[in-house]
């Protein structure tokens, strides 16, 4: 498919008009290009401008709206949706989870062959692939919302698992110990031996005090996993501001592999591992936004592409160049994996005057 017509980046390069503060992630000041962003998940189309950090590559927007909660509870984020399920689909749901786990089921085969392995349950194989994960470590995640991929790890034996947002209206109790609590990054004090930021890192206002947060809350030897847009991908490249991963106004920060290697370095993790995990969102989503369309509209609820646009040839097209590029590290998202060495001393004294942002 050829390249959509659009706005490409809608760039004006070093616009010393704007008023910027310094890259969050290397604190550079020199500007590759700054461009305005719409607001097209909802199709409200409030404009907002970003720039692209010339030293790190990273981007970020320049003035985050002071009203960013009208951003997420006020227009329906996905998120937030309520969690719990009825008992057939609860039941239906687990078959399928654990035959993806451990291949036993024969209910589970069958739901697994028509509707594919669950993206929770791949992960968790790669989890403990990388991190060692079992079911006896304690298990945090940052900035989750109501956690609804919660069920399908309790399903398969997980339930040592915690979940914070801030913006959540009250705890959610699972059962089992299994709760999300409504408190800050800052506010949590102890630790644990898996912490997962999984697609929240790029909601923060401030990377590098979250990443000193961080490494203060994961226990020595074990790790800290960050799944977020990438900046300098090829679906970047390609769409520009018609990048469905920009999510203006919610995204503020969006890393490069570099910025984000070098931001957790600085904080004393060692990057142990990067897996391109991005899919065919990249393509899809960025087609519909450069032709006006939203993610979501009265009409249309799910996160998935409008099937008058798209031909299953297309949509078959975009799932395979998504592994070509997550081969060659190309894709638009990536799951950083960084080890806290055994010698780094923890600081656990009051930092709650660190200022985070959503989902901080």
């Given at each position: 498919?050829?390249?959509?017509?659009?706005?490409?980046?809608?760039?004006?390069?070093?616009?010393?008009r704007?008023?910027?503060?310094p890259?969050?992630?290397?604190?550079?000041?020199?500007?590759?290009?700054?461009?305005?962003?719409?607001?097209?998940?909802?199709?409200?189309?409030?404009?907002?401008?970003?720039?692209?950090?010339?030293?790190?590559?990273?981007?970020?927007?320049?003035?985050?709206p002071?009203?960013?909660?009208?951003?997420?509870?006020?227009?329906?984020?996905?998120?937030?949706?309520?969690?719990?399920?009825?008992?057939?689909?609860a039941?239906?749901?687990?078959?399928?989870?654990?035959?993806?786990?451990?291949?036993?089921?024969?209910?589970?085969?069958?739901?697994?062959?028509?509707?594919?392995?669950?993206?929770?349950?791949?992960?968790?194989?790669?989890?403990?692939?990388?991190?060692g994960l079992?079911?006896?470590?304690?298990?945090?995640?940052?900035?989750?919302?109501?956690?609804?991929?919660?069920?399908?790890?309790?399903?398969?034996?997980?339930?040592?698992?915690?979940?914070?947002?801030?913006?959540?209206?009250?705890?959610?109790?699972?059962?089992?110990?299994?709760?999300?609590?409504?408190?800050?990054?800052?506010?949590?004090?102890?630790?644990?031996?898996?912490?997962?930021?999984?697609?929240?890192?790029?909601?923060?206002?401030?990377?590098?005090?979250?990443?000193?947060?961080?490494?203060?809350?994961?226990?020595?030897?074990?790790?800290?996993?960050?799944?977020?847009?990438?900046?300098?991908?090829?679906?970047?490249?390609?769409?520009?501001?018609?990048?469905?991963?920009?999510?203006?106004?919610?995204?503020?920060?969006?890393p490069?592999?570099?910025?984000?290697?070098?931001?957790?370095?600085?904080?004393?993790?060692?990057?142990?591992?990067?897996?391109?995990?991005?899919?065919?969102l990249?393509f899809?989503?960025?087609?519909?936004?450069?032709?006006?369309?939203?993610?979501?509209?009265?009409?249309?609820?799910?996160?998935?592409?409008?099937?008058?646009?798209?031909?299953?040839?297309?949509?078959?097209?975009?799932?395979?160049?998504?592994?070509r590029?997550?081969?060659?590290?190309?894709?638009?998202?990536?799951?950083?994996?960084?080890?806290?060495?055994?010698?780094?001393?923890?600081?656990?004294?009051?930092?709650t005057?660190?200022?985070?942002?959503?989902?901080?």
């Amino acid at each position: 498919m050829d390249r959509p017509a659009g706005e490409g980046h809608g760039t004006s390069r070093g616009d010393s008009r704007v008023t910027r503060k310094p890259c969050l992630g290397c604190a550079g000041e020199q500007v590759r290009t700054t461009f305005e962003v719409r607001e097209m998940m909802f199709g409200l189309g409030e404009r907002f401008t970003y720039w692209e950090c010339a030293d790190c590559g990273a981007i970020q927007i320049v003035e985050p709206p002071d009203n960013l909660d009208r951003y997420y509870r006020g227009v329906g984020y996905y998120a937030f949706h309520d969690p719990l399920r009825g008992y057939l689909k609860a039941y239906l749901k687990q078959q399928r989870a654990r035959f993806a786990f451990s291949g036993r089921g024969a209910l589970g085969r069958i739901l697994t062959a028509r509707y594919g392995f669950p993206k929770i349950i791949t992960m968790l194989k790669e989890w403990i692939a990388i991190a060692g994960l079992t079911v006896d470590h304690e298990v945090l995640d940052i900035g989750c919302g109501t956690a609804p991929h919660f069920i399908d790890l309790m399903d398969v034996g997980y339930t040592r698992l915690t979940g914070v947002d801030p913006f959540i209206d009250s705890e959610i109790d699972f059962g089992h110990g299994v709760k999300v609590e409504k408190r800050r990054l800052t506010e949590i004090r102890r630790a644990f031996d898996f912490v997962m930021l999984n697609h929240s890192f790029e909601h923060m206002r401030d990377p590098r005090s979250v990443m000193r947060e961080l490494i203060r809350i994961v226990r020595p030897e074990k790790y800290v996993l960050i799944r977020t847009p990438v900046a300098g991908s090829q679906a970047w490249r390609t769409y520009g501001s018609n990048w469905v991963q920009l999510d203006a106004p919610r995204h503020l920060f969006i890393p490069s592999v570099a910025s984000l290697s070098r931001l957790a370095r600085d904080a004393g993790f060692e990057v142990a591992k990067v897996v391109f995990d991005s899919d065919d969102l990249q393509f899809w989503g960025s087609e519909q936004y450069a032709r006006g369309v939203p993610m979501f509209d009265s009409n249309w609820r799910v996160r998935e592409p409008r099937p008058e646009l798209f031909t299953a040839a297309q949509l078959k097209d975009f799932r395979e160049r998504a592994r070509r590029l997550n081969e060659t590290g190309e894709g638009d998202s990536a799951a950083f994996y960084l080890r806290r060495p055994a010698s780094l001393s923890s600081n656990t004294g009051d930092l709650t005057g660190l200022g985070m942002g959503v989902n901080a």
